[in-house]
Nanobody
Framework: QAQLTESGGGFMQAGGSLRLSCTTS????????LGWYRQTPGKEREFVTS????????AYADSVEGRFTILRDTASNSVYLQMNNLKPEDTAVYYC????????????WGQGTQVTVSA
């Protein structure tokens, strides 16, 4: 079945960098928008960034603009999130998600990877 698998989370001090990866499998995601969301306990899942099927960045959340970069490998339909200058408020579970280009809601979600940033 369709599957998204995140990796690369962990612990980092403020100011450091982490790179998250998300691999896709089980179906053709070549026409899908891929995105990253994050969630902290007690809060709703928050949009971080997304990228089109051809690798064009669609948007960044204001809170990560200039610090995070989304990249897509169109050959493998993997997506990456390069996170620089990390802040304690970036601490969250990060989720990879996919949706068909014409749909507004994401249909497929990964299991999430924890990112913890210490002050």
């Amino acid at each position: 079945q369709a599957q998204l698998t995140e990796s690369g989370g962990g612990f980092m001090q403020a100011g450091g960098s982490l790179r998250l990866s998300c691999t896709t499998s089980g179906r053709d995601f070549s026409t899908h928008v891929l995105g990253w969301y994050r969630q902290t306990p007690g809060k709703e899942r928050e949009f971080v960034t997304s990228i089109t099927s051809s690798g064009v960045v669609m948007a960044y959340a204001d809170s990560v603009e200039g610090r995070f970069t989304i990249l897509r490998d169109t050959a493998s339909n993997s997506v990456y999130l390069q996170m620089n200058n990390l802040k304690p408020e970036d601490t969250a579970v990060y989720y990879c998600a996919a949706r068909e280009a014409m749909r507004g809601e994401y249909e497929y979600w990964g299991q999430g990877t924890q990112v913890t940033v210490s002050a």
